[in-house]
Nanobody, 124 residues
Framework: QVQLVESGGGLVQAGGSLRLSCAPS????????MAWFHQAPGADREFVTA????????NYADSVKDRFTISRDSAKNTVYLQMNNPNPEDTAVYYC?????????????????WGQGIQVNVSS
């Protein structure tokens, strides 16, 4: 069982920046494809971005492209979500997810392991 622990959430002003971190408690993050999803109140959990294993190919939802960046630091066993120029529509609970299988990356059901979620609030 892989436990994922998110950190770095909180309140940020629109146009600012925030960095979320996700550290698996077991095995190296390099063993998994990783992703971030977010879920606003009353909405479904939505794909934000993913990074593949082992080649670290990245993919983004259109809504965050050119603003958010996912990266992996294998030495620190951590995956990051750099949120630049956020807007109030990015306010949500952000979830880190991991999967050891290949294939699709943008649906929640592809991922076997999830973090507990962390709140991000973007003020206007």
């Amino acid at each position: 069982q892989v436990q994922l622990v998110e950190s770095g959430g909180g309140l940020v002003q629109a146009g600012g920046s925030l960095r979320l971190s996700c550290a698996p408690s077991t095995r190296a993050s390099g063993d998994f494809a990783m992703a971030w999803f977010h879920q606003a109140p009353g909405a479904d959990r939505e794909f934000v971005t993913a990074i593949s294993y082992p080649y670290d190919v990245t993919n983004y939802a259109d809504s965050v492209k050119d603003r958010f960046t996912i990266s992996r630091d294998s030495a620190k066993n951590t995956v990051y979500l750099q949120m630049n120029n956020p807007n109030p529509e990015d306010t949500a609970v952000y979830y880190c997810a991991a999967k050891s299988s290949s294939g699709g990356y943008d649906r929640a059901w592809y991922y076997a392991f999830w973090g507990q979620g962390i709140q991000v609030n973007v003020s206007s």
